[in-house]
């Protein structure tokens, strides 16, 4: 199997119902997507395919033949994190940061398609993303510094 992963075709030898987060993290040795609940309820587990917010740890390899996936590490270009990865570190958002992947990846896909959002179209956009640290207030102001930069 063939998946197209931040821009690399990478061949995969696995079951076609293995869950994406056991094909990045186990397969692929890509540490940065985060198992949570194993649900799709937290969103630690968050990819891009296609542009859009995926929980990986319930979406089979199978299920993405042509996709483009997109982790956390495939956002950085030149050693430089993305606009959203900068806003989240100068708001010093991260507390124990392993919820990070979901909000981050899922303001990326937010400010793709909408790049001055609204704080009910950011609060709707991150509806269901969970953070114990309970950062809510800082991860809304590094999501409307990156639609500013």
């Known amino acids: 199997m063939k998946l197209n992963i931040n821009g690399r075709v990478r061949e995969l030898d696995v079951e076609p119902e293995m869950p994406l987060l056991w094909a990045l993290r186990d397969v692929l040795d890509m540490k940065g997507t985060k ?8 969103g630690a587990c968050t990819v891009l395919v296609d542009g ?4 990986s740890c319930v979406t089979p390899v199978d299920s993405l033949d042509g ?6 590490g495939g956002l950085v270009k030149d ?3 993305h606009k959203v990865q900068a806003a989240f570190i100068a708001e010093e958002v991260p507390q124990c940061g392993y919820c990070m992947n979901g909000w981050i990846m899922t303001t990326v896909a937010l400010l793709d398609k909408t790049p001055k959002p609204t704080d009910a179209q950011i609060e709707e956009a991150l509806t269901g993303l969970k953070c114990r640290c309970a950062t809510h207030v800082a991860i809304m102001r590094a999501v409307r ?3 500013l930069a």
């Open 35 to 42: 198992f949570g609940c194993g649900i799709a309820q937290c």
């Open 52 to 55: 859009q917010p995926v929980r």
């Open 67 to 72: 996709a483009k996936v997109v982790t956390m």
């Open 79 to 81: 050693g430089k994190p």
């Open 145 to 147: 510094r990156a639609a």
